[in-house]
């Protein structure tokens, strides 16, 4: 079955303590991006990915690192997380990085929260 | 600075009453506009891209629809399996790989 793979769905964890969520797709796509979603905010951009090895900023970069080794996976970092990054987290992709009309294959979110 | 806005922001029909969802930008060099349906606890899931002023697309019930300004989503005799966030998006020529969401519509189709 053709999907976006987020790991875990549910995280909790305390203020400073490094953590990564995993995304991984399965459908050869050349374009990934992170997203976040808060009460009143909406679906915010964190970062993309066009390629392998090709990242860039979205709307809300502050406090994250993405790495985008291989095709099929890229993984969001949180190297010290602060109570301000407790959100649904989303990872979406699409075939082609330039078909920028091609629908975006979300993930099911990561509900993170940092104490 | 908001570039895509959605209103209303909640809106409960029942079933059968049709009304429409509005989504308007500001964005320039517009390149496409999205629909995308959104349940609780699971990711958005595309329905409609739009592209130029006056192009409508329609899928069961529903029926966008898109001007310079603004797209409209239809719902036409909702059900209650409607129900759901509804959110618009844009892409703009200048920045491909970067997707603008509006804050959703809150759709609750009663019995």
């Known amino acids: 079955e053709a999907q976006v793979t987020q790991n875990p769905r549910y995280l909790i964890t305390v203020t400073g303590k490094k953590l990564t969520v995993t995304c991984s797709q399965n459908?050869?796509?050349?374009?990934m991006s992170w997203y976040r979603q808060d009460p009143g905010l909406g679906l915010r951009q964190i970062y993309y990915s066009m390629n392998v090895e090709v990242t860039d900023k979205g709307d809300v970069p502050e406090g994250y690192k993405v790495s985008r080794k291989e095709k099929r996976n890229f993984p969001l970092i949180l190297e010290s997380p602060s109570p301000n990054q407790t959100s649904l987290y989303f990872c979406?992709?699409?075939?082609?990085?330039?078909?920028?009309?091609?629908?975006?294959?979300f993930g099911n979110g990561t509900r993170l929260t940092v104490t | 600075e908001d570039q895509v806005t959605q209103s209303p922001e909640a809106l409960r029909l029942q079933e059968g009453e049709s009304s429409s969802l509005n989504c308007s930008y500001t964005?320039?060099?517009?390149?496409?506009l999205f629909w995308y349906r959104q349940d609780p606890g699971k990711g958005p899931e595309f329905l409609f891209t739009l592209y130029s002023a006056g192009e409508e697309k329609e899928k069961e019930r529903l029926k966008a629809t898109l001007t310079k300004k603004e797209s409209f989503l239809h719902i036409t005799a909702p059900k209650p399996e409607d129900s759901a966030t509804y959110l618009c998006a844009v892409t703009r020529g200048s920045t491909l790989g970067r997707l603008y969401f509006g804050r959703g519509t809150q759709l609750t189709v009663w019995p």
């Open positions: 979406a992709s699409r075939k082609k990085a330039d078909h920028y009309n091609s629908p975006l294959h």
């Open positions: 459908m050869n796509h050349e374009y």
């Open positions: 964005v320039s060099g517009l390149r496409g």
